[in-house]
């Protein structure tokens, strides 16, 4: 996961590509290999949301205390749309969320 091609990934687990090609095929391997990437995800989340009252209030500083009238607008859209995007991330759990629960009670 953490090599940028199979042939870099081969190289580190000091496997042939044939090798590979197996476990690829193996539906046990391709398992646990995609809850390793879900993992990873997941923790990387973790890291983002770390910092996100710091970012934002680099945003914020920005959007007022810029001297550039470039930066201040940037910053801006940046903020409008991590809040659009935040918004539409609820928005579409919730949906989904009723969604389920209606198909639950219909089963």
Wanted: hydrophobic letters at 35%.
């Amino acid at each position: 996961m953490t090599n940028p091609t199979q042939t870099k990934a081969c190289e580190v687990a000091k496997v042939s590509r044939a090798t590979l090609r197996r476990w690829l095929a193996d539906p046990q391997f391709n398992q646990a290999l995609i809850q390793a990437e879900g993992q990873a995800l997941t923790d990387a989340t973790r890291v983002l949301m770390s910092g996100k009252d710091s970012a934002l209030g680099t945003l914020g500083k920005l959007m007022t205390n810029a001297v550039s009238e470039n930066v201040r607008r940037n910053a801006a859209n940046d903020w409008l749309s991590l809040m659009y995007k935040s918004y539409e991330l609820q928005t579409l759990e919730e949906r989904i969320r009723r969604l389920e629960e209606a198909q639950n009670e219909g089963s």
